[in-house]
């Protein structure tokens, strides 16, 4: 999937090119770049260097909370207020390793915090294109950004957590090589940004995290300027499963008259099939669903109750083929 271009530029991931937890369109642009050129980036993981292989879930536990690091921005001459940004992604290199891990429930984070008194931590062994995690699974790799975006007109500080009209914190797992995001332009430059790299990301990341993991990511910038966009689109070949294919899946379901309170159960009743069938423990089970368990919505048209699933890939674990 990956592609090997010319490299116009390659921008690392010194204090100096990163900026943390905010977008702020007055932040002077680190590298000007014209449309067509390519860039490689040098992104830091999620918790900006503060997890390691030798971690444990006390250094998660003690970690800043600053948001998240964001190589850039990258003025691009010529986009305009009213353009569209192309963004071409071209290649990711993760750096061997990566994290999955969530909060004790009183912090109030990820899907079912009320459900988890404790946090937990996955230390991944990330070699090619597999994630290694217990017991003998593996998780295929497919990278992607998980924060891309651009600045928003709006002047001041805004949050990284939050998605928004110009992109940002999408967490959309299909933006691997070969993807293509449109974002919509606010600002003269559109100052994009990048980082939040994820090796491999169910559609939900229900604790809160994916396989956080530094890497590196290879862009080339165009701009449109006669389309006309209200929130980030894309053109993706998927992956739409974690091997890319049509494969065998065991799926639970939540079934309830509110689409979040449906989504918790369709979630509670995979961490059971996890624990009861392939013995994991809770944690472990809530972090696999997080990192290889994709959420769909079945069904909204048959009020008062929605219907979302719980889908996952039953070739994860060593004894299917």
């Known amino acids: 999937m990956a592609r090997s271009p010319t490299i116009d530029y390659h921008l690392s991931d010194r204090d100096a090119n990163v900026h943390v937890g905010v977008w702020d369109n007055s932040l002077e642009p680190v590298l000007t770049v014209e449309p067509g050129e390519v860039v490689r980036f040098e992104c830091r993981d999620a918790a900006n260097g503060a997890l390691d292989v030798q971690s444990t879930l006390d250094n998660v536990l003690k970690k800043p909370s600053n948001g998240h690091p964001l190589t850039g ?3 691009i001459e010529g986009a305009s207020p009213g353009d569209v940004l192309t963004v071409d992604l071209l290649s990711f290199q993760h750096k061997g390793f990566g994290t999955t891990y969530f909060y004790p429930g009183e912090r109030d984070a990820g899907l079912l915090p009320m459900d988890f008194d404790t946090g937990g931590l996955h230390v991944w062994d990330l070699e090619g294109d597999v994630g290694r995690f217990v017991d003998g699974i593996e998780v295929p790799l497919d990278p992607f950004p998980g924060v891309i975006g651009v600045a928003p007109a709006t002047p001041g500080e805004h949050s990284t957590i939050p998605p928004r009209r110009v992109g940002g914190n999408l ?15 606010e600002v003269d430059g559109a100052l994009f940004s990048i980082g939040d790299c994820h090796g491999a990301q169910g559609d939900g990341e229900v604790c809160v995290t994916g396989i956080e993991a530094p890497m590196w990511v ?7 300027s006669d389309r006309d966009l209200s929130a980030p689109q894309f053109s993706t070949t998927g992956p739409y ?3 890319a294919a049509d494969e065998p899946m065991y799926a639970t379901t939540g079934i309830a008259d509110e689409l979040m309170v449906a989504t918790r159960e369709a979630v509670r009743a995979m961490i059971v099939h996890l624990t009861d069938r392939h013995g994991l423990s809770r944690a472990e089970a809530y972090m696999l669903c997080s990192v290889a368990v994709d959420l769909k919505i079945n069904q909204v048209v048959d009020a008062p109750n929605w219907t979302v699933g719980a889908y996952l890939p039953e070739r994860i674990f060593p004894d299917v083929d």
Do not use: E
């Open 73 to 75: 921005p990258v003025r």
């Open 218 to 224: 290879t862009v080339k910038f165009d701009v449109i």
């Open 241 to 243: 499963s974690p091997f």
């Open 171 to 185: 967490d959309v797992k299909h933006l691997t090589a070969g993807s293509t995001a449109y974002l919509p332009v």
